[in-house]
């Protein structure tokens, strides 16, 4: 995991390889209610594969010809897996998309169920995993490893860090996307996402990339395949102002980061917040993840500030995990710890040569972020782990906004995506 340095349990781990395919990453949505059969909204309970939820949701739109602003959705979900959540189609009845599920690609209705209210980001409990885990040496005795570790999590919490999703496997360039518009050059920032080709790349999209950074705007859209919808997004608006100016100008950088989804724009600064904050939970993971440290910022399970406690008793809070020690998402107004995990959480800002006011990003405010205290570990429950003919078969159950593979790095003891 990108920048994450630090394990919390001590095992070795059973190795292995997980998404040999698609099936072998299985992830379900623990939804905070269900839809109650009346109201103007419909909600579709899908199934999607090698799909991301944006893309999914574009298809939809286009399909019922509406825009995407009037669907919702409680989370992302990843693309290289089977994924089951809801989406919402606002002011639409169930009449209204039958046969839907026909025109797209990779994605099953399982369920269309009118509500009276819509579905919006973060309204979800977490996430159910099945993973499988193949190439293992001995499945029976990684299997009784793999549950040792699950249960020494489950005690103790599993260390937040950001995945892959976050930045990007063959790709890991959204975090410095998000740096760019820090430390205030959009055009970089624009240059970084659609340009800049890595080796790790098939050809024909580092050709295309490659268009880019030579300022053939027009070839590199044209070499570009459908998969790269935002950066053909962005491309057309820049040739759409090139046309329109004669040159580009940092408002056509500003112009050409609104044409991409607002979802995927305010991602670009949290993933360099990811980033930063992988290594902070890194080195606080060092001191242990269950119990208190002085100069430590306790934040409960609604992710607010404990401002009053007892260090005689906070311990058993911690514990009980109706406390968590936390560590920083940078952002302008974000408090820092106290004390030497201050000082190291500061560190970590001073060798990216940075302030915390930088994360306001004058040029486009709506992306920048003040920050917040986020849990350095989290609660992991229905642990099992189980020996297969094909390998071992994990299974978990973890809060909205947390990642898996946080899980299986611990599990695995090698770096997953």
Known sequence: MLNAETYLTPQKGIGGQIRTKNEDFYVEEIPESNPSGEGPNTWLWIEKNSRTTLD??????????INRKQMGFAGMKDKKAVTRQWICVSNKTPEELQGLGEKLHNVKIIDIIPNQKKLRMGQLVGNKFRLMVRDVEDPGAAAQEAQEILNQLKERGVPNYYGYQRFGKDRPNTHLVGKALIMGGVKEAVDRYIGHPYDTEP?????????YDEGELEESLESMPSGMRYEKMMLRALIK??????????????????SIPKPLSRMLVHAYQSYLFNRAVSERTKLGIDQYVKGDILIDN????????????????????QAHPSSPLY?????????????????????EKLKLEDFTVPQMPKLGSHGIRRAMRFKIWDVSAESTDEGVLVSFSIPKGCYATAVLREVMKVDVY
Not at 241 to 258: D, F, N, P, V
Not at 340 to 350: A, H
Request: charged share 40%; hydrophobic share 35%; net charge negative.
């Open 302 to 321: 609604e992710e607010h500030l404990i401002h009053e406690f007892s260090e005689e008793e906070i311990d058993n809070e911690i514990k009980n995990f």
């Open 241 to 258: 102002e090139m046309k329109k100016r004669g040159e580009l100008t940092e408002k056509s950088y500003i112009l050409a980061l609104r």
């Open 331 to 351: 952002g302008s107004k974000v408090p820092l710890a106290g004390g030497k995990l201050g000082e190291m959480e500061q560190k970590i800002l001073d060798g």
């Open 56 to 65: 999914v949701l574009l298809d939809i739109a286009r399909e019922l010809k």
């Open 203 to 211: 050809k024909h999209i580092q050709e295309a990339r490659r268009f």
